[in-house]
């Protein structure tokens, strides 16, 4: 079975050489939706909590929330990087606070004191997804990212492998036989 949960995600980006209005700088709502698979904890009667797993995807995807998103070789990166440093704010500034923990993948780096990320690819909803598994899959076991932006949206399947030690109290992932969140033990 699968729980599922929704993000929503407010950016700015655009497709740098793409023939389209899309190559000029402008914003968006993204959204996200996370399909998790696996058993059903018989605890907790559920798959996964999907507070749980907006907690889990937050910590990461709140890099990309109020963020502006830029291919690596865009122009654009360098200007905006050389006004955010004139103004003091290019290493981070007290009302920037809503930081996720930076990360840095073959297909994305984040620099949270400048709510910036930088991509290899366009940040398509396609190339979206492409970056949201990479950061998500080794902590969630994913059967579906769906992410839409404007009227562009795209889906992606996978084939969750294994299964997930859960609390069966809380549902959460256990580390070593012991809950992270309530600390009960697996005898
Ligand atoms: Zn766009
Ligand atoms: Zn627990």
Known sequence: MRSITKIDL???HRFYKFQGEAQYLHGHT???TIEVEDSIEPGVNMVYPCNEIQ????DVLKNFDHALIL???????PAILAVYEKQGIKNGAPSNKMKGEAFKTELATAY???RLVVTKETMTVEGMI???YSLLKDKLNIAKLTFTSGVNAASQEYQPVGTIDRCPLCGVTMVNGVCPKCGYKRK
């Open 30 to 32: 993204g959204l996200l």
């Open 71 to 77: 291919r690596e070789d865009d122009p654009l990166l």
């Open 55 to 58: 907690k889990i995807a937050w």
């Open 10 to 12: 407010q950016y700015a």
């Open 112 to 114: 949270p004191d400048c």
């Open 130 to 132: 492409k970056i949201v």
